[in-house]
């Protein structure tokens, strides 16, 4: 074999498309998967998957007020889908709203405590009934799972 079609043979540029193609493909099955799990999971409780959504975003940065588009924005989901879940969160106590001293005719939202209890009963029901995801796999192949998941993530959020 001659250098040349040696080094096309083992070029991994060719591989890229088709290797990125695969990995956010693969990324979609499995969002795909989890999100029924997910829905499986929370049905019947007080805490849905879209509010889980919400209060998985507020849990973050609990002191900081939000408004309704900016959540809709972060989250990339239509303003009155994020309404309509917000006012059904209001309604149960898991969010409060304050007004906006700067806009009259906006509301910043907070976390509660009574939200921040609903996001751990949620939360710990998920973790307790997805475990075996990751049994078998040790710590350390976790960790470096999680920091290239990160890495894309923050790649997608700087770049929409």
Request: hydrophobic fraction near 35%; glycine fraction near 6%; charged fraction near 30%.
């Amino acid at each position: 074999m001659s250098a040349p079609e040696e080094k096309e043979k083992y070029d991994r540029k060719e591989e890229l498309s088709s290797s990125d193609f695969r990995i956010i493909s693969w990324i979609g099955i499995i969002s795909q998967q989890t999100d029924t799990k997910m829905r499986q999971l929370l049905d019947g409780t007080d805490v849905p998957p879209p509010q889980f959504m919400l209060l998985n975003h507020f849990i973050h940065q609990p002191e900081e007020g939000k408004t309704v588009s900016k959540i809709a924005w972060a989250l990339q989901q239509p303003q009155p889908g994020i309404t309509k879940t917000i006012a059904k969160m209001l309604k149960k106590g898991f969010l409060r709203t304050e007004e906006n001293p700067e806009d009259g005719r906006s509301k910043f939202l907070y976390l509660t405590d009574s939200g921040r209890k609903a996001h751990e009963q949620a939360q710990a029901l998920l973790e307790t009934e997805m475990a075996d995801i990751f049994s078998g796999w040790r710590e350390w192949e976790k960790k470096d799972f999680f920091g290239f998941l990160d890495k894309l993530k923050t790649y997608i959020d700087d770049n929409r």
